[in-house]
């Protein structure tokens, strides 16, 4: 297991970095296998990161991309986490359509969920129980310390079984569906892009707090993920030894 830690003076940077890294991981997957495969978050702090992947020079047609959560929202909605990515990387950089494998978020979040791991199972060929492996797996982090849609305290975090789950997200008034915690752990690659001066108790919980993923979901995967990188910028890694 190896964790690596890289704080870049500002956001922008920090995303730039994050994209690029993410570019090179997809590109050894692509020199291995006919497919990569890629998981992105939703949030604002990517959206930079969307630009500079949409401009490199990679072979899209064969990156597929799906994602690790979403709002209970229609495609079009602007909090769709599917339409920031449509708008940012993939119409930019012309992805083909049966490349992208959205979370159906228009749908009842129960059914969402069961269809999206389904999607999932049949593309990766996966037989009952067994996880996915992403090649790369983007993760952000909120200031409560959620990632993915794994809220503090919510007992989905213990789940390593299912691929996929629908999440009542009580301070929002929202629903979501967010990937589970055994499919982030399976990840070939995951990479944490966190911004931000909101940020830095969050970061600071999940480095320097007990291991306690239930309080600290961050802590999912960097206790025993293989090969985590985070990007930071200055003020999100302010709190940090
Ligand atoms: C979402 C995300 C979520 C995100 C964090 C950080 O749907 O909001 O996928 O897990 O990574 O909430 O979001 P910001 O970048 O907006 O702070």
Redesign the pocket.
């Known amino acids: 297991m190896s964790i690596h830690r890289h704080t870049y003076p500002t956001a922008r940077e920090a995303a730039e970095a994050c994209a690029k890294f993410i570019l090179l991981r997809l590109e050894d997957a692509l020199s291995g296998e006919s497919n990569a495969t890629l998981a992105l978050?939703?949030?604002?702090?990517?959206r930079p990161m969307f630009e500079v992947l949409a401009k490199a020079d990679l072979d899209w047609s064969r990156v597929h991309l799906f994602w690790?959560?979403?709002?209970a929202v229609p495609p079009n909605s602007p909090a769709s986490?599917y339409h920031a990515a449509e708008e940012n990387l993939i119409r930019p950089a012309r992805i083909p359509r049966r490349n992208v494998h959205r979370i159906p978020a228009e749908l009842r979040p129960e059914a969402a969920a069961a269809r999206y791991s389904d999607d999932i199972r049949d593309f990766f060929g996966l037989s009952e129980g067994e996880m996915p492996h992403f090649d790369v797996i983007h993760?952000?982090?909120?200031?409560d310390g959620?990632?993915?849609?794994l809220f503090p305290g919510d007992p989905l975090i213990e789940d390593r079984e299912r691929i996929a789950a629908a999440v009542y997200v009580e301070k929002l008034g929202q629903f979501?569906i967010t990937l589970l915690p055994g499919v982030l752990m399976a990840a070939r690659h995951t990479v944490f892009l966190v911004t931000?001066a909101d940020?830095a108790q969050a970061v600071r919980a999940v480095f320097h707090e007990p291991y306690d993923p239930k309080q600290h979901p961050g802590q999912v995967v960097s206790h025993h993920g293989r090969n985590i990188v985070w990007f930071l910028d200055d003020q999100a890694a302010a709190l940090l030894d």
């Open positions: 978050s939703g949030g604002e702090t990517p690790v959560d979403e709002r986490n993760r952000g982090l909120g200031a959620h990632t993915a849609s979501r931000g940020k």
